[in-house]
């Protein structure tokens, strides 16, 4: 397993942006496939974003297509979620978590191997 440490959470109003950070503690971060999964109490943890190492390929959760980007920087071991035009539904604790292997049902929170310890985002209306 990988170590992954989140940061960039908070509290924020409606249409304003925040930017999530995700850093591994491995040399071979470029070898990973990142994703950002959230979740809200009593819901199961959500998919939100997901980007490929091999084909630097992303993917999205349909509510977040066209204001979340996913990026990584393998010079700066980190992985970011960008997130503009928040909603009052996105807020949730954030989870960055990584796998050797991408898989299919990548949205699958079950198949990801490593986790990080969550940010809260919370967005005002």
């Known amino acids: 397993q990988v170590k992954l440490v989140e940061s960039g959470g908070g509290l924020v109003q409606a249409g304003d942006s925040l930017r999530l950070s995700c850093a591994p503690s491995?040399?071979?971060?470029?070898?990973?496939?990142m994703g950002w999964f959230r979740h809200t109490p009593g819901k199961e943890r959500e998919f939100v974003a997901a980007?490929?190492?091999?084909?630097?390929?992303?993917y999205y959760e349909e509510s977040v297509e066209g204001r979340f980007t996913i990026s990584r920087d393998n010079a700066e071991n980190t992985v970011y979620l960008q997130m503009n035009s928040l909603k009052p539904e996105d807020t949730a604790v954030y989870f960055c978590?990584?796998?050797?292997?991408?898989?299919?049902?990548?949205?699958?929170?079950?198949?990801?191997?490593?986790w990080g310890q969550g940010t809260q985002v919370t967005v005002s209306s």
């Open positions: 980007i490929s190492w091999t084909t630097e390929n992303t």
């Open positions: 978590a990584a796998s050797e292997v991408f898989f299919k049902d990548y949205n699958n929170y079950t198949l990801w191997g490593s």
């Open positions: 491995i040399r071979t971060f470029r070898r990973y496939h």
